[in-house]
Nanobody, 116 residues
Framework: QVQLVESGGGLVQPGGSLRLSCAAS????????MAWYRQAPGKQRELVAA???????NYADSVKGRFTISRDNAKNAVYLQMNSLKPEDTAVYSC??????????WGKGTLVTVSS
């Protein structure tokens, strides 16, 4: 059974930082592309950042220079370090693991609220 479990969300003031974690089980983690998506109220889900099995990364323009995605294949985990948070970063952040169309899995998400 595949499980992706996110943690680390919460309430933070503008300019603050949070680190999200996603623990994966039930998959051969090191061959999957891992990604973080987010969905703000009333908006479509968007890709925030992704990291390949080889460590190549890409980011949404809105988070470049502020967010960093990383993975630890030994721990079957992916992380999202979020700095200089803005109110517009408020959203539910979800972890995604993708190897193919038939091997595409989602976590339930963790809420990040940026507010003073």
């Amino acid at each position: 059974q595949v499980q992706l479990v996110e943690s680390g969300g919460g309430l933070v003031q503008p300019g603050g930082s949070l680190r999200l974690s996603c623990a994966a089980s039930g998959i051969l983690f090191n061959i999957y592309v891992m990604a973080w998506y987010r969905q703000a109220p009333g908006k479509q889900r968007e890709l925030v950042a992704a990291i390949t099995s080889g460590g190549s990364t890409n980011y949404a323009d809105s988070v470049k220079g502020r967010f960093t995605i990383s993975r630890d294949n030994a721990k079957n985990a992916v992380y999202l370090q979020m700095n200089s948070l803005k109110p517009e970063d408020t959203a539910v952040y979800s972890c995604n693991a993708r190897y193919s169309l038939d091997n595409n899995y989602w976590g339930k998400g963790t809420l990040v609220t940026v507010s003073s």
